[in-house]
């Protein structure tokens, strides 16, 4: 695996993150008028199009580049909370691939952006936020690639369920961190604009992890050994 | 001396919390109010901070937050700030009002400044 070719799958999952948030924006900023200041779509669409638009124009990155690149934009362009939350977690987190893009560094980079997260909201799971779904996938992702020894796009498809099921949790819950935690009982029944944008993220990195495997393997069906890095394209931003 | 950094949500709030605390402060403390989101909305951002204070003319500041997000784009600012730089836990206005009484005295220091911030925690106002 070269490193461009890390790079460019990268790039290629803020691209399909970007796009994915665009066209949720109204639907997170409808969760996020439920039960916090309804602006969580358009802080994080305004900064995920400038993230595509830095990442697209690096001259020649490698992966820890472009993620790095990622975190600083949203910390800058996002505001309110979740710019700090994901752009201060991504950035810092991002020395997990100096060494390049593999199921390793994937895991290490997934616990230091969960480490980084809670520490900077002091949330735990429970609090109904975004932890509550960052927490079972990377917990999962980990066990999925370390004692499952399963590809890595394979775990971050677990890891993508576990989130989903951390999202559903949040609903009953009654928050106490964040804008939500003053409505106190009325933020009950609501879901948690975090943890949904979060799990909205990673089912779009693991969209843009699935049709780099595809097109690995097209490029290899000819060859008789099959590619054993191509499933690593997962895991850049989970 | 000691700066006063106010960071509200609403750039008009910080403005008039900057503005009572002046006349409280007196002309000498400095006073910098910061608000809004990178869209000039209802927010709090991190480059506005870094740029607020990176201005000031204080080597020694301490940044008074509202809510939540204003708390952890402060804490960003303060790790890439080039001066010391604390964070007060206390109300915004009231504890404006203390620190700028305090930042105004030729004694106050980083800490006191602080901790009279943090003494508006305690006021009860009925």
């Not at chain 2, 008039?16 to 000498?28: F, L």
Request: a negative charge; hydrophobic letters at 45%; zero cysteines.
């Amino acid at each position: 695996m070269t490193t461009s070719s890390d790079a460019e799958a990268a790039v290629a999952a803020v691209e399909h993150v970007a796009d994915r948030i665009e066209a949720e924006k109204s639907h997170l900023t409808d969760l996020d008028s439920a039960i916090g200041d309804a602006d969580h779509g358009a802080n994080l669409h305004r900064g995920f199009q400038a993230a595509v638009e830095k990442v697209q124009g690096l001259d020649d990155p490698d992966v820890q580049e472009v993620v790095k690149t990622v975190g600083v934009t949203l910390v800058s362009e996002v505001g309110g909370a979740a710019g700090p939350l994901y752009g201060g977690s991504i950035m810092s987190a991002s020395t997990e691939f100096a060494d390049g893009l593999d199921a390793e560094t994937s895991v290490a980079f997934a616990e230091a952006y969960l480490e980084k997260l809670q520490d900077r909201g002091d949330a735990r799971v429970g609090d109904k936020t975004m932890v509550d779904a960052v927490t079972p996938a990377v917990h999962t992702y980990k066990k999925s690639v370390e004692q499952d020894d399963l590809p890595p796009v394979a775990a971050l498809a677990k890891a993508v369920d576990a989130a989903r099921r951390g999202v559903e949790f949040t609903v009953p819950l009654r928050a106490s961190k964040g804008r939500a935690s003053y409505l106190g009982w009325r933020s009950v029944g609501h879901q948690d604009p975090g943890a949904t944008s979060t799990l909205m993220i990673l089912e779009e990195l693991l969209a843009a992890a699935e049709e780099r495997t595809d097109a690995d393997t097209e490029v290899d069906a000819a060859s008789p050994t099959i590619p054993d890095e191509d499933p690593e394209a997962a895991e850049e931003a989970d | 001396m000691v700066g006063l950094l106010v960071v509200s949500h609403s750039a008009d709030a910080a403005q008039g919390i900057r503005d009572i605390a002046a006349e409280m402060g007196g002309a000498d403390a400095e006073i910098v109010p910061v608000g809004g989101d990178p869209d000039g909305g209802i927010g709090t951002s991190v480059p506005a901070i870094q740029e607020a204070l990176d201005g000031m003319n204080s080597d020694e500041v301490v940044i008074l937050v509202d809510l939540g997000s204003a708390v952890m784009n402060a804490e960003m600012a303060v790790e890439t700030a080039e001066k010391e730089v604390v964070i007060a836990d206390a109300p915004v206005l009231e504890g404006t009002l203390n620190a700028a009484v305090e930042a105004a005295n030729p004694k106050g220091t980083l800490e006191s400044v602080r901790d009279s911030a943090e003494e508006a925690r305690d006021v009860s106002k009925l």
